[in-house]
């Protein structure tokens, strides 16, 4: 009786363990897919909507933001740093 006792208390722990950590998991998969580094998207967004926008120059890190994949208009002069190797 004491052994089942033991057992039972080591599955209700499991238990909760895999319940932390699916919980966890989710938790971390919401924000790291709707919250965290969402701002380049929401720039990108804008200025495919400003109708006065002529010039954006990006100085970003390489490659940070969509450029013309969402921009989508040929009216806009875009640039962003150089980021090719440098040889020597």
Known sequence: NYSRKGSRKIQRVLQYSVLI?????????????QIHKRAPMMVVDFLANDPKLSTVDFLTHCHATPYFSHIHRQDVKMSFLDCSPEFQ
């Open 21 to 33: 950590a699916v919980a966890s998991n989710i938790i971390a998969a919401f924000y790291f897919s």
